[in-house]
């Protein structure tokens, strides 16, 4: 709970901000500096961050490289906002894409910029899915999110953010994500008898849209071999494989493409967040050169030429030029889970247990307010971490994937001190 002079300290935002906003409440201070992994408060008070712009900063706060590049291309007056013209930064940016990301994987995609946030990248791939296919319904899974806007939120599976649309959210189905039921249930066999039967009642959709872990819905974990026999039954059936990859790609999970090691070879793939490298409003809609059949504005923005986030965006790219960071997200993201799953042994009281891949781990606690309590006391003793889930049981562990070990171990030790001092509270 914030004190009364942190709330003191925030009577600018309490009186005037919309009561829309929601993660100051969480995090009550002012911060005035970020750098790397730290962040700090008006007060001077440091701060761990193992959130990460809810994943939007892989690369860290304010990451020298990109900072550089950002100053220069500032002083010499390059291009800010460009709508969708061509510029020296788009082109550079779209260059060092296909050379470094696609094709040493081999993949042919054309690129969109759809618009500055990952839900522009998803409607955009909604808008995409039915123009070609020509059907209207999307199969989505439960406790997806896939964003806030009319098109995303109706494929989003969290009913308190539904309801906020104020208006019926169609031209949608919900499937069981893998693992839904918890008993062995295979649910992409279960969905292709949906598309088998005729008296299912669910007709062959313009696509199907995922996560490879859902972020948001709990860090929900989809297994390799799901996926693929996701990809397989789209492709049966003429179906799109949207992979959003908004929070889970650009090496949160390991590798660029969260999606890589399950063999799946999307229609469409929608980035965002850290694809911008440096946390500037950035997204990306990768498709299929056969479906690139979009006229001349039909899907557009005013503010999709960042070319602030390109300059930092091309810079963020050297850091896939090898597999260096990969290894060391599965390094660092093994050391978490390890870490996570001793707490959930030696606190048998969280009656908790482990979900994640690479550096998205979550510690799960399925008591009413636990986790609130818990981040909360981190927060006061110096760490940022939020929770997910649909009635926030998870508490995740998103730091950037940059941090070094020492600081990843101090983060993680406050995390057990905070547990440790909720649960003496508690009992």
């Not at 690129?111 to 839900?119: H, L, Q």
């Not at 972020?215 to 397989?232: C, P, T, Y």
């Not at 999970?253 to 469409?268: K, L, M, N, R, Y």
């Amino acid at each position: 709970m914030a004190t009364k002079d942190e709330k003191s300290n925030l009577s600018v935002f309490n009186e005037h901000e919309s009561e829309v906003r929601s993660y100051c409440r969480n995090f009550p201070t002012i911060f005035v500096k970020a750098k790397g992994h730290l962040l700090w408060g008006k007060d001077g008070k440091e701060y761990i961050d193992f959130f990460a712009g809810a994943g939007a900063l892989n690369y860290g706060h304010n990451h020298p490289k990109m900072k550089e590049k950002l100053i220069e291309h500032i002083e010499k007056d390059g291009v800010t906002h460009g709508l969708d013209m061509a510029t020296d930064a788009k082109e550079d940016l779209i260059k060092r894409l296909q050379e470094i990301i696609l094709k040493p994987r081999n993949m042919d995609y054309k690129i969109m910029f759809p618009g500055p946030t990952g839900t522009n990248a998803v409607e955009s791939a909604l808008k995409l899915a039915r123009k070609v296919t020509g059907r209207e319904k999307i199969m989505n899974f439960t406790n997806a999110f896939h964003g806030m806007t009319l098109g995303a939120l109706a494929v989003t599976g969290n009913e308190s953010k539904r309801q906020g649309a104020g208006v019926s959210l169609p031209n949608t189905v919900v499937m069981p994500f893998d693992n839904f039921f918890g008993d062995g249930t295979d649910t992409a066999q279960y969905i292709e008898r949906f598309f088998e039967n005729k008296g299912s009642g669910v007709s062959i959709p313009a696509a199907i849209i995922l996560e490879t872990v859902q972020g948001e819905g709990g860090i929900n974990v989809a297994s390799f071999e799901w996926i693929k026999r996701i990809g397989d039954l789209c492709k049966k059936w003429g179906i799109f494989l949207i992979i959003d990859d908004i929070q889970a790609g650009v090496g949160r999970t390991g590798p660029f493409f969260s999606f890589e090691p399950a063999g799946v070879d999307p229609d469409i793939i929608c980035l965002s967040k850290s694809i911008g490298g440096y946390g500037l409003p950035f997204a990306l809609t990768l498709m299929k050169p056969e479906h690139d059949i979009f006229n001349p504005g039909e899907h557009n923005g005013t503010f999709r030429g960042n070319n602030l986030a390109f300059v930092t965006a091309t810079e963020a790219l050297n850091f896939w030029e090898d597999d260096s960071l990969t290894k060391e997200v599965a390094r660092k993201g093994e050391k978490v889970h390890q870490f996570l799953k001793a707490l959930a042994e030696k606190y048998p009281e969280l009656h908790g247990h482990v979900r994640g891949r690479g550096l998205m781990q979550g510690l799960v606690c399925d008591i009413e307010g636990l986790t609130n309590t818990i981040t909360a006391t981190a927060f006061e003793k110096g760490l940022i971490s939020e929770t997910a889930g649909m009635n926030d049981e998870v508490i995740k562990v998103m730091p950037p994937l940059t941090i070094d070990d020492e600081a990843l171990d101090k983060g993680l030790a406050i995390l057990e001190e905070s547990i440790k001092e909720t649960l003496s509270k508690k009992g």
